[in-house]
């Protein structure tokens, strides 16, 4: 089990909590959706995964088998090694190409060898679609295909989980189906993905668990939404 949480609070940063008595898990190449309003913590609960908010108060919250309540900031890196994140605004640097993006995150995360830097680039964009557009700046480059260097960004390390906070809110219907395809993909080679999105039509197409935060509380709504799905057949 990748993530275990149980009764698990997620306190915003003022302190006051947005979600309580979370029950939440995601084992080795699981396909899960968050869903819910704007607001209602589905950010916050991310947040708490990849550490850059802290759980202060539950039975379990465990991350790679850590203990993040009792989590040390020095201990913080290794783990996110683990992980690949993804935004929704993309977070590359704007100074420097595309190629000068990826190796930037490889040389800071150990990798040394030149070759091999090379190498992975080329592996991830390939997978991604992106490998004509190594020398591009992001400038350049239209918002899906951002958002693409984004995910090959993500996978360079082949992580064990992907955490994706609406990852297609900025991109046009026919790019945002083309991304969830993609990060669909990705879960089926064994690597986790747990991604917040409204973009519920796409759930239909590409099914995954199905969490829904509302009113303080989380919620699985696997089956729920499913049946709405059979409803509508």
């Keep these: 089990m990748l993530i275990e949480y149980k009764s698990v609070n997620?306190?915003?940063?003022?302190?006051?909590?947005?979600?309580?008595?979370?029950?939440?898990?995601?084992?080795?190449?699981?396909?899960?959706?968050?869903?819910?309003?704007?607001?209602?913590?589905?950010?916050s609960l991310l947040k708490t995964m990849y550490f850059e908010l802290d759980v202060e108060n539950a039975e379990k919250a465990l991350v790679f088998n850590c203990d993040i309540t009792t989590l040390k900031r020095k201990h913080v890196p290794a783990l996110r090694r683990q992980m690949g994140i993804i935004f929704q605004d993309f977070q590359l640097l704007s100074d420097r190409s595309v190629r000068k993006n990826?190796?930037?995150?490889?040389?800071?995360?150990?990798?040394?060898?030149?070759?091999?830097?090379?190498?992975?680039?080329?592996?991830?964009?390939?997978?991604?679609?992106?490998?004509?557009?190594?020398?591009?700046?992001?400038?350049?480059?239209?918002?899906?295909?951002?958002?693409?260097?984004?995910?090959?960004r993500a996978i360079l390390n082949k992580p064990k989980i992907i955490i994706a906070d609406e990852p297609t809110g900025n991109l046009d219907p026919e790019t945002a189906e083309n991304i969830i395809r993609l990060l669909r993909e990705i879960s089926q080679t064994g690597t986790s993905v747990v991604m917040s999105t409204h973009n519920l039509p796409l759930l239909d197409k590409y099914p995954g668990i199905v969490y829904r935060c509302a009113d303080g509380r989380l919620e699985e709504v696997t089956n729920d939404f499913n049946k709405i799905k059979m409803e509508f057949d």
């Design 10 to 43: 997620v306190n915003q940063t003022d302190g006051k909590d947005i979600l309580s008595a979370v029950d939440f898990t995601v084992n080795e190449g699981e396909f899960i959706y968050l869903i819910g309003r704007v607001g209602t913590g589905k950010s």
């Design 102 to 152: 990826l190796e930037f995150v490889l040389k800071a995360t150990g990798w040394k060898k030149k070759t091999e830097i090379e190498n992975r680039i080329k592996e991830v964009l390939a997978e991604v679609g992106m490998d004509e557009k190594i020398d591009c700046m992001p400038y350049e480059l239209s918002g899906g295909e951002q958002q693409r260097i984004a995910i090959a």
